[in-house]
């Protein structure tokens, strides 16, 4: 009886350990379905906070998500996360495509969860980051903060077409054998 009671117990705090829902979520966007895995805290009320995640080149939302495990502290901290999966395992870097592809998803994340528009950000790694750059000056009304990790701004001139200052911290690591510090 004491090995079953302590299974249970077991059991139990297993389950509570993994505190968060994950789904797998498509959108139609421009006529084109995109694939998102999105993160939510078991228990979701209104209001939260939004974080969109872009990949790297060659690589997925499953990838990213497997790497920077942000999705373990969202019941905790109380946010939603969306993982976005780019077109082939790449980003438009250069037309609207994915721009339009993320303005969907806070859009679609309001209508899902009622999440708190003035408190969306948008973290990248390597050409995740480049996209966000890329579209930084025609998302900056809709994004709180921007945190790229490893990329660059493949243009240098971002920073000219955006209307005000905007709020983003950059993480880069000494040594990336892609884009040198």
């Not at 939004?50 to 939302?61: C, P, R």
Request: aromatic share 10%; with cysteine; charged share 20%.
């Amino acid at each position: 009886m004491k090995r079953i009671l302590s299974l249970i117990v077991l059991s139990l705090s297993l389950l509570t350990s993994f505190a968060y829902k994950k789904q797998n979520l498509a959108s139609k966007v421009n006529g084109e379905n995109r694939q998102m895995i999105v993160y939510t805290p078991n228990t979701v009320s209104s209001n939260l906070p939004l974080m969109i995640v872009t990949h790297g080149m060659n690589q997925d939302a499953g990838y990213q998500a497997s790497c920077d495990h942000m999705y373990e502290l969202i019941d905790k901290e109380k946010f939603i996360i969306a993982y976005l999966n780019g077109i082939n395992k790449s980003w438009d870097t250069g037309g609207t495509k994915d721009r339009d592809f993320v303005l969907k998803t806070i859009d679609e994340m309001y209508a899902k969860y009622t999440i708190n528009k003035n408190r969306v950000y948008w973290s990248g790694f390597s050409m995740g980051s480049m996209l966000m750059y890329h579209c930084m000056s025609d998302v900056q009304d809709q994004i709180a903060a921007f945190a790229p990790t490893s990329g660059i701004s493949l243009g240098g001139k971002e920073w000219q077409r955006c209307k005000k200052p905007v709020n983003m911290i950059h993480c880069h690591a000494k040594g990336d054998d892609v884009f040198k510090y």
